[in-house]
């Protein structure tokens, strides 16, 4: 038996109200993704509720990023719809998309910082795109999204060949916050980091969410994030959303990739470090 069926009757962490008492801020229904002869998706419903970080979970090709890049709008879906902050996304006007977009951010796997650009400009880029603001207000505000990613002061004045890894990261996601995200989607933050770099990556992320209100929707496979910093899980399979839940919730699911993924070795290690 599965704890949630899609559309989910959620499941918050301990820590956050009651699924009934809280705003989906992010409405997914009736999905279909397809590329050429392969359907990725088919009739995939989901529910991102306002202040949760939900962890996005699933099997190679399930279509994880494809996903998020559909919430997003870089991806048009064959069919369903697409509700975030009670926009239709599918269907909006020019205007409306461009006011909602504006209050998302993406950081994505590789972080696609601009090489030929600084930190700083990296971060100003969106501003400098959508907000009719003084250029020394930009710079400061710039300034202060680096501070908030971690990054010290002089990072503002390197490029991204200049960054390590962890550092890439923190940049990417100083741009995806420079314009005051409600949400921020996140795709395979801390793939490619050592396991010291995750941890302080997944304590930014639950120290941002916590100051700012921030809604996550993260892409990732690392169970030490699932486990440190997700109210709710959402598994992928057989082309739709399986269940969300919680970790506990996670291991009652007779699936055998979930199973699998969740009694595993490694989850196992996670779950006796938590």
């Avoid at 202060?144 to 991204?160: H, T």
Wanted: charged share 20%; aromatic share 4%; glycine share 8%.
């Amino acid at each position: 038996m599965l704890p949630d069926q899609s559309p989910p009757a959620q499941t918050p962490h301990a820590q956050t109200p009651p699924a009934q008492t809280r705003e989906p801020i992010i409405k997914v229904r009736g999905v279909v993704n397809r590329f050429g002869s392969q359907t990725v998706h088919d009739g995939l419903d989901l529910d991102v509720y306002r202040g949760e970080v939900i962890g996005i979970v699933g099997g190679s090709g399930t279509g994880k990023s494809v996903l998020l890049r559909s919430i997003v709008g870089l991806n048009r879906p064959a069919a369903g719809s697409i509700h975030v902050l009670g926009v239709d996304v599918l269907n909006a006007t020019e205007p409306e998309i461009e006011a909602v977009s504006r209050r998302w951010g993406v950081l994505f796997q590789q972080g696609a910082l601009f090489s030929s650009l600084t930190v700083q400009q990296n971060v100003e880029a969106p501003m400098r795109e959508l907000l009719h603001v003084p250029a020394s207000l930009r710079e400061a505000l710039a300034r202060l999204k680096v501070s908030m990613a971690g990054l010290p002061p002089n990072a503002c004045g390197k490029f991204p060949s200049e960054l390590s890894g962890g550092m890439q990261k923190r940049a990417g996601l100083a741009r995806a916050l420079s314009l005051d995200p409600a949400i921020v989607f996140l795709d395979e933050p801390t793939a490619g980091l050592d396991p010291i770099g995750a941890a302080a990556f997944d304590d930014l992320i639950r120290q941002l969410k916590e100051s700012l209100g921030l809604t996550v929707f993260m892409v990732t496979h690392d169970l030490d994030s699932l486990h440190a910093i997700c109210d709710r899980i959402a598994v992928l399979a057989h082309k739709k959303v399986l269940v969300t839940g919680t970790m506990a919730d996670m291991l009652k699911v007779d699936d055998p990739w979930v199973r699998e993924y969740f009694h595993g070795p490694r989850a196992r290690a996670a779950l006796s470090a938590s």
